[in-house]
């Protein structure tokens, strides 16, 4: 059975720029969460998406979006970027709404410049 | 509003030592989830254990056990006779009713784990 996917793993932006992050879940999962992982700031939620509608959002900027579809396949956008935003996405499928037990992907490490 | 406090930053110990890492909560959800996740060096976030808020029953799992007492919102994590391979990074999470339905999972800032041979 497939983990969840994460493309692309690694990449390097400019200030001003935006980023577009990929993830597929688990087959049969419908709940996708996305966390921005920093040294400073460890794992900090951004938001959580079920049956392409966002249940759940964390304190981020609106600069931070996001989306699912219908086959559960998710996104997160970035717009214009910041150095800050320099971290390791990583996304999590939940196979049940009800126990929050999460897989996680191996990240999209972003690098803005 | 919920929180995990993982007080201790790093822990270096030698192999065959016992080591705990601590974890401490807040909610004010009375149905709520707790988990340890383990990053090893290579990234990956890998589930190790979940207790529910109504089950306060320790764990033991081979050389890991887990002990979740609720009157001190704390559940704490012990490898036994740590190896090598136990060096990660550890984080304890919290898992409540979220706004909208489902759940929100928060993270503590985790413990790094050093295990000397």
């Known amino acids: 059975k497939a983990g969840v996917t994460q493309t692309p793993r690694y990449l390097i932006k400019t200030r001003g720029q935006q980023v577009t992050l990929s993830c597929s879940p688990i087959?049969?999962?419908?709940?996708v969460s996305w966390y921005q992982q920093t040294p400073g700031q460890g794992l900090q939620f951004l938001f959580e998406?079920?049956?392409?509608?966002?249940?759940n959002k964390g304190n981020f900027p609106g600069r931070f979006s996001g989306r699912q579809f219908s086959n559960s396949r998710s996104e997160m956008n970035v717009s214009t970027l910041e150095l800050g935003d320099s971290a390791l996405y990583l996304c999590a499928s939940s196979r049940s709404e009800d126990t929050g037990e999460l897989f996680f992907g191996e990240g999209s490490r972003l690098t803005v410049l | 509003a919920q929180k995990v406090t993982q007080a201790q930053t790093e822990i270096s110990v030698v192999e065959k030592e016992d080591v705990t890492l601590d974890c401490v909560y807040e909610?004010?959800?009375?149905?709520?989830?707790l988990f340890w996740y383990k990053q090893p060096p290579s990234g990956e976030l890998v589930f190790l254990i979940r207790?529910?808020?109504?089950?306060?029953q320790n764990e033991i799992s081979g050389r890991y056990s887990w002990n979740f007492q609720k009157s001190t919102s704390s559940f704490n994590f012990t490898i036994t006779a740590s190896q090598v391979v136990d060096s990660a990074v550890y984080f304890c999470a919290l898992s409540g009713p979220g706004g909208s339905g489902g759940f929100k999972t928060i993270f503590g800032a985790g413990t790094r784990l050093f295990v000397k041979a």
């Open positions: 998406y079920f049956s392409e509608t966002q249940r």
């Open positions: 087959s049969g999962h419908r709940s």
């Open positions: 909610t004010r959800d009375t149905t709520y989830y």
């Open positions: 207790r529910n808020s109504f089950d306060e």
